[in-house]
């Protein structure tokens, strides 16, 4: 009879994990949903913007270089990494300072220029590491990928720290945290398809939420940290 006490609690205590659990993801989103509470207008914005930007480097930048076909797409590709890195780095870290309630302006989007050669070093290492992991497998870039995945909030927060050291603290922070930042973001999917729904529209409101959602993802991750460290 005890042996079947114990067969019958193991479910309901897997269930009670497995709801706590959910819970949590939960709760990231309505976090992020109070962040943006009254800052909705800006985030639109900004992503807005990073959008426009990002098209108009990664499609019409070759149709108006003055070279061969081959040229232009080899001088477009460097030049939108040249200046898409920084972009793309100054627009997580935007949603970052969101989350901490700090001043924020559209020149936010644009802070990676000012530490030009550490956000474009870090990144592409962090890129070329994920490659080289997915090219072994998929399944290992995937979760390298969500290794990696704290690196451009450490660079925030440690100017002190070069890329590599930025990544192996990104990987330290996420250890153990791999899959529920993969569930976080498969939460996400319903809205996607109903973004999609929308012709893309819905995109303008679903990254914003998402990029907030990730940022109290980190701090959490910080805060963890520290109470270990504390302990």
Same mark, same amino acid.
């Given at each position: ?50 959008? %426009? ?28 990494? %040249? ?14 300072? %969101? ?25 592409? %290492? ?106």
């Amino acid at each position: 009879m005890e042996h079947v006490g114990v067969s019958l609690g193991m479910p309901l205590f897997y269930n009670l994990i497995i709801i706590e659990f959910m819970d949590s993801l939960s709760n990231y989103r309505q976090r992020a949903l109070q962040s943006l509470e009254g800052n909705w207008g800006n985030a639109v914005i900004v992503t807005v913007i990073y959008l %426009l930007i990002a098209s108009i480097f990664q499609v019409g930048l070759e149709s108006v270089l003055p070279f061969s076909k081959d040229i232009s797409k080899l001088s477009g590709g460097l030049l939108s990494i %040249l200046v898409l890195v920084p972009i793309g780095w100054g627009f997580l870290v935007y949603f970052l300072r %969101l989350v901490r309630h700090e001043k924020l302006g559209v020149k936010d989007l644009f802070a990676g220029f000012a530490d030009y050669a550490r956000v474009l070093l870090a990144m592409l %290492l962090k890129t070329i590491y994920i490659l080289l992991w997915t090219l072994l497998l998929i399944l290992p870039g995937i979760y390298k990928s969500l290794s990696y995945a704290l690196t451009e909030y450490v660079l925030l927060d440690h100017p002190e720290m070069n890329g590599e050291q930025a990544i192996r603290e990104s990987m330290r922070l996420m250890r153990g945290k791999e899959l529920s930042l993969f569930l976080l973001g498969l939460t996400f999917i319903g809205w996607a398809i109903l973004s999609i729904i929308t012709f893309g529209l819905g995109f303008i409101f679903l990254i914003p939420y998402i990029q907030t959602a990730l940022a109290h993802f980190y701090e959490d991750a910080v805060k963890e940290d520290r109470g270990a460290i504390e302990l």
